[in-house]
Every structure is written in C-alpha cells, then in structure tokens.
Antibody
Framework: EVQLLESGGGLVQPGGSLRLSCVAS????????MGWVRQAPGKGLEWVST???????YYADSVKGRFTVSRDNSKNTLYLQMSSLRAEDTAVYYC??????????WGQGTLVTVSS | QSALTQPASVSGSPGQSITISCTGT?????????VSWYQQHPGRAPKLMIY???NRPSGVSNRFSGSKSGNTASLTISGLQAEDEADYYC??????????FGGGTKLTVL
C-alpha cells in the first residue's frame, strides 16, 4: 500500500523560509516521479511542482525562483524548500505520487501558514 | 498557467446522473489525452477517480466515467449516491511540462 506522510508545516512570518518533507513507502520511490500540490483555505487545488524520476524539475510560475523541490532516494523522501514566503502561500501542501500524467496517490497534507 | 473552468456547483437526486464539465484551451485539454479527475471530501486528501480522460483506477466504481471533446472534458456520475457528495477537480498537463487544475465543482446530492 502506497503511503505518503508530509511534515514540516507550521507558522512562518512573511519573507521567511520553511522546508516540507514527504516520506514515502509501499512503492519504488527512486523510480517514481513525485509532486507537490497545495490548497489555500476554502480554495481549489493548485499544482506547485513536479520532480521527475529522471531528475527533471518543474514549477508553477507562482513559486518559481522561491521554491525548490528535491529528493533523497536513500531516505525515500521528497522535499520542498520554500523561501521568501508570502501570505498567499498559506495552504495545505500535499505530496503526491505522479504516474505518467496524473497524481495517483496523495498524502494527508501539511498546513503552512504565512502570517506576522 | 490559467486554471481550467468548472461550474462552481452541481446537484442531483439519488439515482440520477450528473455531468461536470471542465473547459480549457488548445494548450492543455485540447493538446493532450491526459485529463484526470479527483474527488475530495471535506477535510480529506484528494482521490484519483479518472485518468487519461476515461480510465478508472482499480477500486473506483464504474458509475464514474470520463470523456473529452476538443478543449472540454467531462465527468459523469451515474446512479448518484449520498457518498458521492464531494468536491471534484479536473486536471490536465499544460505547455512546458506544467500542470493545471480546474477551480473545483461542489456536488450536492439532494
């Protein structure tokens, strides 16, 4: 059974930084593409970033230059380093397994709140 | 990376069928046969319901079906059940290897 467990969320001031982690189990992590999707309170889903199994990375325009996705295959862990955080980055951040062209498994999410 | 357009809400009675539309452009839905649909109950993570326009993952009821015509994709739920009440989101690849989601549709089972 695929399991994805996010952590690292919390309250951070505008302009601050935070690193999210997603520990994966139940599948071959090193051979899988992964991604981050966020959901602002009461709003819809927004694609944030994708990390391909070959090392290619992609970002939404809204986070490009501020967020960096990375992975440690030895730890089965996906990361999202977020910097220069803004109030509009406040959201639940979901880690998801990306298979070919869709997200087939999702974690439960971690809440990031950007506020002074 | 503009969001795909979905109706804000749809409703139906138990046993009826409903269809949720998802309209994009020739750069996303129209360019790829990779539309996916996700169901999200309040306070829960999204769940994949349809992928590659019309394919169902193992374990998803065959009451859920998907289709696409031009720049518009559709999700149809037949034989509505109370448990189908949730938010539904469509998604598609877009240009430059990015992805885009729809704004979401709230399904109410009357």
């Amino acid at each position: 059974e695929v399991q994805l467990l996010e952590s690292g969320g919390g309250l951070v001031q505008p302009g601050g930084s935070l690193r999210l982690s997603c520990v994966a189990s139940g599948f071959t992590f090193s051979g899988s593409a992964m991604g981050w999707v966020r959901q602002a309170p009461g709003k819809g889903l927004e694609w944030v970033s994708t990390f391909g199994s070959g090392g290619d990375t992609y970002y939404a325009d809204s986070v490009k230059g501020r967020f960096t996705v990375s992975r440690d295959n030895s730890k089965n862990t996906l990361y999202l380093q977020m910097s220069s955080l803004r109030a509009e980055d406040t959201a639940v951040y979901y880690c998801a397994k990306y298979y070919i062209r869709h997200f087939d498994s999702w974690g439960q999410g971690t809440l990031v709140t950007v506020s002074s | 990376q503009s969001a795909l357009t979905q109706p804000a809400s749809v409703s139906g009675s138990p046993g009826q069928s409903i269809t949720i539309s998802c309209t994009g452009t020739s750069s996303d839905i129209g360019a790829y046969n990779y539309v996916s649909w996700y169901q999200q109950h309040p306070g829960r993570a999204p769940k994949l319901m349809i992928y590659d326009v019309s394919n169902r993952p193992s374990g998803v009821s065959n009451r859920f079906s998907g289709s696409k015509s031009g720049n518009t994709a559709s999700l149809t739920i037949s034989g509505l059940q109370a448990e189908d009440e949730a938010d539904y989101y469509c998604s598609s690849p877009s240009s430059s290897s990015t992805r885009v989601f729809g704004g979401g549709t709230k399904l109410t089972v009357l």
